[in-house]
């Protein structure tokens, strides 16, 4: 497809989403390259939403290591059980933070962060890396935001 992202920003969440997601799909469709397909993943993700940061972070080892990622400089490595992205490592399920300061042991990449979501994904059972959304608001993630970013965490998980 052309490298064009189509976007319609008078849809609701769930809708862009829903148009989002195949494109994602058809971005991604053939192209045997993990950090071309994350890339392109992320960079949709923030074109259409406008997060403050959304990224990668893969398991290697005992750790997570940042991947392709959209927003200011961050953290590289996080161990396992650390942080909001650790914990939902550990836990193999995704955590939605509307106050990362509440959130005990949460690593503050950006001190403009405020609530976060993240979302792990699975590959034969087992955890192979996170998908971490972060905003400048609080509170700014919900049920359709869970629902269609688990869906994206799956498609990704043939990525690895
Ligand atoms: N806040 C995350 C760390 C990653 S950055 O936000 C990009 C955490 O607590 O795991």
Same mark, same amino acid.
């Given at each position: 497809m052309a490298e064009d992202?189509?976007?319609?920003? $008078?849809? $609701?969440k769930a809708q862009q989403y829903?148009?989002?997601?195949?494109?994602?799909?058809?971005? !991604? !469709?053939?192209?045997?390259?993990?950090v071309a397909n994350l890339a392109n993943a992320?960079?949709?993700?923030?074109e259409t939403f406008g997060f403050f940061w959304v990224g990668?972070?893969?398991?290697?080892?005992?750790?997570?290591?940042l991947g392709p990622f959209q927003g200011p400089v961050a953290c590289t490595r996080i161990r396992r059980g650390k942080g909001?992205?650790?914990?939902?490592?550990?836990?193999?399920? !995704?955590?939605?933070?509307?106050?990362?300061?509440?959130f005990p042991g949460h690593i503050a990449c950006s001190s403009? $962060?405020?609530s976060e979501i993240v979302v792990p994904v699975l590959k034969d059972g087992?955890?192979?890396a996170v998908l971490d959304?972060? $905003?400048?608001?609080?509170?700014?993630?919900?049920? !359709?935001?869970?629902?269609?970013?688990?869906?994206?965490?799956?498609?990704m998980a043939a990525w690895f």
């Open positions: 992202l189509l976007i319609d920003r $008078s849809l $609701s829903q148009a989002l997601l195949p494109q994602i799909e058809a971005l !991604t !469709t053939g192209e045997p390259d993990q992320m960079a949709a993700l923030k990668v972070y893969a398991v290697k080892g005992d750790e997570l290591v909001v992205c650790g914990a939902a490592w550990a836990e193999a399920r !995704t955590l939605l933070v509307p106050d990362v300061e509440q403009l $962060s405020k087992a955890v192979v959304v972060d $905003s400048d608001q609080l509170d700014d993630f919900d049920d !359709t935001d869970q629902q269609y970013l688990e869906e994206l965490g799956r498609r």
